[in-house]
């Protein structure tokens, strides 16, 4: 397999390039648009064809990478159901399965975040997006995001995962990129037992609590993001 952790220096948002070196295909998750150039140079090294481009939720803190590189490569710009990305190809459910090569993704809807928030679980790791990070849950962004439903998520959902299961986050917090479930069951404080895990987030994050659509989250859902400086990288007709 091929596996690249990607940040975001401006954002400290984290990206994801999952690759099947005997398929020769790939998924990318949450790319932000100042790494397109870098993804295209991965990609182009593994001789690999980019087949989703896979967003956890809407983001309110960085441009998206996905429309640029969607019409670069000719990929499928896929996100959970629930209105967030206008702009996708393919509404994602629970349950639903994405095959690239010979491995397969495994959507989790996660909402709470956003009400679009999914996770992707693939082999022995999770891709949480800003719902689960390590040592807290995220703060609910704009519409719709809500700290008790996140909370449930990330009980119900997240936690029920193996514990060994590595978690690998939408953004760098602490300067921290990835935990694990049993980690998270037994030192997160959002979900200690004895918390009441939606007051705790609703008090730490406070004013980032943005309920409010940004300029940035209007860009991603319409796919809006300044797409100039890309080659054409689409893969040869199968
Ligand atoms: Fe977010």
């Known amino acids: 397999m091929i596996f690249r952790q990607l940040v975001d220096s401006r954002s400290g948002a984290l990206g994801y390039l999952l690759g099947d070196p005997i398929g020769q295909e790939a998924v990318v998750i949450d790319a932000a648009h100042g790494l397109a150039d870098e993804y295209r140079r991965l990609l182009h090294h593994h001789g690999l064809a ?36 206008a702009c996708s190809d393919l509404a994602l459910r629970h349950g639903d399965l994405l095959h690239f090569g010979e491995e397969t993704l495994e959507v989790l809807h996660v909402p709470g975040h956003t009400p679009c928030s999914v996770a992707f679980r693939w082999r022995d790791r999770v891709f949480t997006g800003d719902s689960l990070l390590p040592g807290a849950l995220g703060c609910p962004e704009g519409p719709g995001g809500d700290a008790g439903t996140l909370c449930a998520s990330a009980r119900n959902v997240l936690l029920g995962l193996p514990g060994e ?14 935990t694990t479930i049993a980690e998270e069951r037994e030192t997160n404080p959002d979900l200690a037992a004895g918390v009441q895990c939606a007051q705790a987030v609703r ?36």
């Open 165 to 178: 299961i590595l978690v690998f986050p939408g953004r760098l917090r602490n300067g921290r990129r990835v």
């Open 203 to 238: 008090r730490r994050c406070g004013q980032a609590t943005a309920a409010q659509e940004s300029d940035v989250m209007i860009n991603n859902r319409q796919c809006a993001a300044d797409r100039s400086g890309l080659d054409r990288l689409r893969p040869p007709e199968a």
């Open 50 to 85: 980019l087949r989703y481009l896979a967003e956890t939720h809407l983001h309110a803190d960085h441009l998206s990478a996905a429309p640029a590189l969607r019409e670069a490569t000719g990929a499928r710009l896929v996100a959970g159901e629930g209105g967030g990305w």
